[in-house]
């Protein structure tokens, strides 16, 4: 195990309220060394909010088992740390993050979302920076864990890479593991950008059905992934972001947008930029059993024709 440089290290959150944007811009102006509390958007100067972009680009990686994005924003130096607390007892590792890609390439994932509620950072002569960050991890809809994430970052030719990752991972109480409807819907928002269909699927229940607009429903789990594969593979660079989310009586609709670019075999090479909803109808166990979907398909084949303008 190599040592890399420093201390502290921070999140596995994945992503916060849904913009989802997968990248990050660069700003590196003001140089600074101080620590910064609170998660304000007016409290953060510009650099800082460059790291904040680029952690919840990472968490957002993790959750969707992106890891072809992690490889691009993680030193090929770096460690991975983790102490996993149950019942006061904490199970300490400490891996390379080679060892971690390694370790995850044959293992059955799910997909979870982890928002950060709060954020410190140090920038040191605007090279090295620590990162705090206290998060919640959400698995469709339920928070499961507290997560205590710190990240080392370290310019690598001009631009942040994470040279130390560690967080602790601390079990909630069952009395705060409560379902929540709008963290579902931004999870399912998230995984909509993974490239991994059954991780859509994966919010439905093993019946639950899919419809998009008149066209034929998909019934079953098997038959959804396909949906999301269909989508998937005409939008490599697919991002959908939940623009708001309204429950009356036992539906609940969820509006989304869908921007991407038709690179799949033989698409277009046009630009999308497309709105609609889907209407939910929720089972027992908090997931969809029903869903009706809705978008303007005349609008949707005139971009791929065409190319939106926006």
Not at 155 to 171: L, M, P, Q, V, Y
Not at 294 to 309: A, G, N
Request: aromatic share 12%.
């Amino acid at each position: 195990m190599k040592k890399t440089l420093s201390t502290v290290i921070l999140t596995l959150v994945v992503v916060s309220s849904l913009f989802f944007s997968c990248q990050s811009k660069s700003n590196n102006t003001k140089k600074t060394e101080k620590v910064v509390e609170g998660h304000k958007e007016n409290t953060w100067n510009p650099e800082e909010l460059e790291l904040i972009a680029l952690v919840e680009k990472l968490l957002f990686a993790v959750g969707n088992s992106d890891f072809q994005t992690l490889e691009s924003i993680v030193s090929d130096k770096a460690n991975l740390a983790s102490a996993i607390i149950r019942d006061g007892a904490s199970k300490n590792s400490v891996i390379t993050i080679r060892e971690y890609f390694e370790s995850q390439k044959n293992r059955e994932r799910k997909p979870f979302y982890e928002p950060v509620d709060e954020y410190k950072i140090l920038i040191n002569k605007s090279q090295i920076a620590f990162v705090w960050a206290d998060a919640t991890l959400h698995k469709y809809g339920v928070p499961r864990t507290n997560n205590i994430d710190n990240f080392t970052l370290i310019k690598e030719d001009g631009e942040w890479k994470f040279i130390n990752i560690s967080f602790t991972n601390t079990a909630l109480p069952e009395e705060l593991q409560k379902f929540d409807i709008e963290i579902f819907a931004k999870s399912y928002a998230q995984v909509w950008c993974s490239q991994r269909p059954n991780f859509v699927s994966s919010f439905f229940s093993e019946d639950g059905v899919l419809q998009i607009n008149e066209g034929e429903p998909a019934e079953g789990t098997e038959a959804i992934t396909n949906v999301a594969k269909g989508f998937m593979d005409a939008f490599p660079d697919m991002v959908v972001s939940m623009d708001s989310l309204i429950t009356k009586s036992e539906k609940t609709r969820f509006y989304w947008t869908l921007t991407g670019t038709n690179k799949g075999t033989n698409g277009t090479g046009n630009k999308v930029n497309i709105s609609g909803f889907e209407e939910w109808t929720l089972n027992d166990d908090g997931l969809i059993q029903e869903s009706k979907g809705y978008f303007d398909e005349k609008e949707y084949q005139r971009q791929l024709e065409f190319e939106t303008d926006k």
